[in-house]
């Protein structure tokens, strides 16, 4: 995969190729996928393959972004059926069905594959009040919001190791954290333009 795929583009992952879900199911592994797909552009049509037809026993996505925002986003779909209107933010939601499939596993010990693909801090930007509270001395709207949501971002992945702490699971399980893509827009005008050189204080911990 070359570039992005946008909505409706014929460009797709092959069903045909090897996967790792598809090579650790075939080893008995469990395997969840939530979040953005971005690996069609027939988003849940029996056009293109789906999350199920790479090795995915169980999956919860979007074709690429939350819509219309991370804000109670209205076009998510769960194995095949649309989840309507979500009530929550996409990373906190993700995270949650993320935390759920893992303590609703059948065996405990199967080892599992489990992918968590954020939407955060990607465009259209939206956060919960009380992270854009966090960044409230930031004079700049664009860039406290792009902060706030970072901070979203951050908070929703330490409850998902948090899940992996409660369950007995952290010593045995390896995590990879990755970068989607760098900052978008103009590098001037758009949020994260200053990331590079410009430090926030430490917030307390998050509940």
Known sequence: MFTWIPKGSPIHLRADGNTLPALLRGV??????VGKWYLNGLFNSPDQPQPSDH???WWLGTQNNAAPSHAFPTNFVRNGDPSGCVDDYSAPFIVGEAAEWLRGRPDPATPFFLTVWMHEPHYPIASTERYDARHAAIDDPVERTYRANVTQ???AFGRLMK?????GLTK???VMFTSDNGPE????TT???????RR????AALS
Do not use: F, V
Request: charged residues 35%; proline residues 6%; hydrophobic residues 20%.
């Open 28 to 33: 008995a592994y469990d395997t969840c996928h």
């Open 185 to 188: 827009g103009d590098g001037s």
């Open 153 to 155: 971002l951050d908070d």
């Open 172 to 174: 045995d399980t390896l």
């Open 55 to 57: 090795g995915y026993d």
């Open 163 to 167: 899940t992996l702490d409660e369950l």
């Open 191 to 197: 949020p994260a333009r200053r990331s590079d050189n």
């Open 200 to 203: 926030c204080e430490p917030a």
